[in-house]
T-cell receptor, first 116, second 111 residues
Framework: NAGVTQTPKFRILKIGQSMTLQCAQDMNHNYMYWYRQDPGMGLKLIYYSVGAGITDKGEVPNGYNVSRSTTEDFPLRLELAAPSQTSVYFC???????????????FGPGTRLLVL | KQEVTQIPAALSVPEGENLVLNCSFTDSAIYNLQWFRQDPGKGLTSLLLIQSSQREQTSGRLNASLDKSSGRSTLYIAASQPGDSATYLCAVIHSDYKLSFGAGTTVTVRA
């Protein structure tokens, strides 16, 4: 049981390039989230999904896109990379928010992205 | 907009001392509150989740309290050890189940 896995661990992009950050889970949790963490700042929600086929914007969605075709996978797409997207990206999952005992969020190890 | 603040930003204590980490939030209409630990270069690990109807939650040497009316939560770590060195983040969970995070308190426990 690997929990939440993220690939790659680290990536350098040039301005204007595109890439997809991968997130996969084997815990069969319904909810999946993408956050970014900038130095000295709290995590900010980019996008989230309540189940396969359903996604919604978080606090900072501009410059990103997501899809959720399966329960297990929730990729995050950067189309035109900008220096402002240099950050650490975390994927998280939770089973059923609103149900006591099933609300805890579990995080992946993160992807460090540097845009130059 | 919910603002979550954690003061101090960094804390250094000798081994054995009790740790007190503070978290304050501006909107008391929260659903739950969760404390996380983050080791350098790693993801977040959930420590404790406090339901809004609860006043505190305990796990081993960790105890977290919640006072919604004053917009505060405190994480206590008893008898600190060098292995407790990490960054501790609190997150407020809203009724739509989205989280607002504080910037964290970085703890160093000196042997």
């Amino acid at each position: 049981n690997a929990g939440v896995t993220q690939t790659p661990k680290f990536r350098i992009l040039k301005i204007g390039q595109s890439m997809t950050l991968q997130c996969a889970q084997d815990m069969n949790h319904n909810y999946m989230y993408w956050y970014r963490q900038d130095p000295g700042m709290g995590l900010k929600l980019i996008y989230y999904s309540v189940g396969a086929g359903i996604t919604d914007k978080g606090e900072v969605p501009n410059g990103y896109n997501v899809s959720r075709s399966t329960t297990e996978d929730f990729p995050l797409r950067l189309e035109l990379a900008a220096p402002s997207q240099t950050s650490v990206y975390f994927c998280a999952i939770s089973r059923t928010p609103g149900v006591e005992g099933q609300e805890t969020q579990y995080f992946g190890p993160g992807t460090r992205l540097l845009v130059l | 907009k919910q603002e979550v603040t954690q003061i101090p930003a960094a804390l250094s204590v000798p081994e054995g001392e009790n740790l007190v980490l503070n978290c304050s939030f501006t909107d008391s209409a929260i659903y739950n509150l969760q404390w996380f630990r983050q080791d350098p270069g790693k993801g977040l690990t959930s420590l404790l989740l406090i339901q809004s109807s609860q006043r505190e939650q305990t796990s081993g040497r960790l105890n977290a309290s919640l006072d919604k009316s004053s917009g505060r939560s405190t994480l206590y770590i008893a008898a600190s050890q060098p292995g407790d060195s990490a960054t501790y983040l609190c997150a407020v969970i809203h009724s739509d189940y989205k989280l607002s995070f504080g910037a964290g308190t970085t703890v160093t426990v000196r042997a």
